[in-house]
């Protein structure tokens, strides 16, 4: 597709679109906390109880780079 090989697309899709969904999904967390009027420590409390589950994920993909490097 478009000189693209499924690898090249797989690649890219997880790499930025994974990204950008993470991203997106601070801003809704951020979202929450202003519109529920939290406060720093409710907005605390929420990012760090919501957020575990993206900062397992990238810890992973780092873990995962040390151990095995760039080449799988």
């Known amino acids: 597709m478009f ?3 499924e690898e090249q697309i ?3 899709g997880l790499t ?3 990204s950008a969904f ?3 999904m601070v801003f809704i ?3 929450l906390a202003r ?3 939290a406060g720093r420590f409710g907005t605390f ?3 760090l109880g919501l957020g575990v589950g993206l900062l397992g994920f990238v810890l992973k993909g780092i873990i995962k780079y ?3 490097g760039i080449t799988e």
């Open 3 to 5: 000189g693209y090989t």
């Open 10 to 12: 797989a690649w890219f």
């Open 16 to 18: 930025f679109g994974v």
């Open 22 to 24: 993470m991203l997106y």
């Open 29 to 31: 967390i951020l979202q």
């Open 35 to 37: 519109e529920s009027k």
């Open 45 to 47: 409390v929420l990012l």
């Open 66 to 68: 040390f151990m095995a």
